[in-house]
């Protein structure tokens, strides 16, 4: 039976990497065969667009690509989309919560520099790591990415307070915070992915393990969970598959696209 030509999305980490962090070559293998194949290959990530993280898919076939859950889109090499948080927007945020909740530890990145109030106040260039020291409010003037906030008491902030308009924000297993622009979530970039190849949402297919994944696999016609996936990504995904670390990416593309050339 002739396969469908469609598009295939994977998360990254729970997902596509081991618990190593690389990615196994059985998974590398069957994705190689399904570019062959004719099909779309993307990566939606809530990674950052680091040298380090891009390399990680060296070797790959590799149409799509969204990072920070989809404030950078790619299309190949080429950047398409940005749903990133102006320098304004962040300063009120940030400024009223470090002076409510100094104990929060905050994350900033923005593209090159990434901002850690946990690391002596340090802002550096993300692959060359060029260390300059700046406080909160020197942070440069360049719009954000992504914010994750880190404290154990998050749960009892009201976190809603502090967002404008065009931000939103989610909490992650670990229990931090992400705040970002909210179209820049993983369902938007598998829109922007579609429109893009012009592949309908229904003949798409999406690979994920974690909450962020669930706009995603909620809105393509196939949504498949890892093994090692938390219970709701498991409870709304159409499938379940093996984990990270048992080949699921390969096992379930094995007995669903290629064996029956997907239904």
């Known amino acids: 039976m002739k396969m469908m030509h469609r598009m295939i999305l994977f998360d990254l980490d729970g997902t596509?990497?081991?618990?190593?962090?690389?990615?196994?070559?059985?998974?590398?293998?069957?994705?190689?065969?399904?570019?062959?194949?004719?099909?779309?290959?993307?990566?939606?990530?809530?990674?950052?667009?680091?040298?380090?993280?891009?390399?990680?898919?060296?070797?790959?076939?590799?149409?799509?690509?969204?990072?920070?859950?989809?404030?950078?889109?790619?299309?190949?090499?080429?950047?398409?989309?940005?749903?990133?948080?102006?320098?304004?927007?962040?300063?009120?945020?940030?400024?009223?919560?470090?002076?409510?909740?100094?104990?929060?530890?905050?994350?900033?990145?923005?593209?090159?520099?990434?901002?850690?109030?946990?690391?002596s106040e340090m802002c550096y260039y993300m692959d060359l790591e060029k260390g300059k020291v700046c406080s909160l409010t020197q942070l440069p003037?360049?719009?954000?990415?992504?914010?994750?906030?880190?404290?154990?008491?998050?749960m009892s902030i009201p976190i809603q307070k502090y967002m404008?308009?065009?931000?939103?924000?989610?909490?992650?297993?670990?229990?931090?915070?992400?705040?970002?622009?909210?179209n820049a979530n993983k369902g938007t970039a598998a829109k922007r992915a579609s429109e893009i190849f012009r592949t309908p949402l229904d003949q798409m297919i999406a690979f994920g393990d974690d909450i962020n994944d669930i706009d995603m696999l909620k809105i393509v016609g196939t949504g498949v969970a890892m093994g090692n996936a938390v219970p709701i990504l498991k409870k709304i995904a159409d499938y379940v598959t093996r984990t990270n670390d048992e080949n699921g990416i390969a096992f379930w593309i094995n007995e669903y696209l290629v064996k029956y050339g997907q239904r």
């Open 16 to 119: 596509l990497l081991t618990s190593d962090g690389t990615v196994c070559s059985a998974t590398a293998n069957i994705i190689k065969c399904c570019k062959q194949e004719g099909h779309y290959i993307g990566y939606i990530t809530a990674r950052s667009r680091s040298k380090k993280n891009i390399r990680l898919l060296d070797g790959l076939p590799c149409d799509f690509t969204a990072f920070y859950n989809g404030a950078v889109i790619c299309a190949g090499n080429q950047l398409i989309e940005s749903n990133v948080l102006s320098y304004k927007q962040v300063t009120s945020i940030l400024q009223r919560l470090n002076k409510d909740f100094p104990d929060v530890t905050i994350d900033v990145h923005q593209e090159p520099w990434h901002f850690s109030s946990i690391c």
């Open 141 to 154: 003037e360049h719009d954000v990415q992504r914010i994750r906030l880190k404290s154990e008491n998050l």
């Open 164 to 182: 404008t308009p065009e931000s939103t924000f989610y909490y992650t297993t670990f229990g931090d915070v992400i705040i970002g622009h909210k």
